[in-house]
Nanobody, 128 residues
Framework: QVELVESGGGVVEAGGSLRLSCSAS???????????MGWFRQAPGKEREGVAAVDSNGSQSYADSVKGRFTISQDRATNTLYLQMTNLKPEDTAVYYC???????????????????WGQGTQVTVSS
């Protein structure tokens, strides 16, 4: 079992920056050692979409809409996932979710159906 807790959302003006954090707590034994973690977002009236993902060996994936603006990173010592978001746009407004799946994959998937552990989400609002 994996528990995920996001933080760092808020309201920012267009062009601004935010950093999201996701603290992961693993409970109980697992036969897997590798994993993927990802950031997803869901705007009102839209489907959830993958934003960025990283696997336990450091391979990364990004949605085209955020390439060059968002950076995913992880601190394996503290089991924390980060999403540094820069040059934010109003269309980045959404609830952002952290997700986890056991098993490494290159490149790490951006399809939400691949992930089976989810955080509660954090709201990011970008004003124009």
């Amino acid at each position: 079992q994996v528990e995920l807790v996001e933080s760092g959302g808020g309201v920012v003006e267009a062009g601004g920056s935010l950093r999201l954090s996701c603290s992961a707590s693993r409970r109980g034994p697992s036969r897997y050692t590798n994993y993927c973690m990802g950031w997803f977002r869901q705007a009102p009236g839209k489907e959830r979409e993958g934003v960025a993902a990283v696997d336990s060996n450091g391979s990364q994936s990004y949605a085209d809409s955020v390439k060059g603006r968002f950076t995913i990173s992880q601190d394996r010592a503290t089991n924390t996932l980060y999403l540094q978001m820069t040059n934010l746009k109003p269309e980045d407004t959404a609830v952002y979710y952290c997700a986890w799946k056991w098993g490494g994959w290159i490149p790490p998937p951006l399809a939400d159906t691949e992930y089976n552990h989810w955080g509660q989400g954090t709201q990011v609002t970008v004003s124009s």
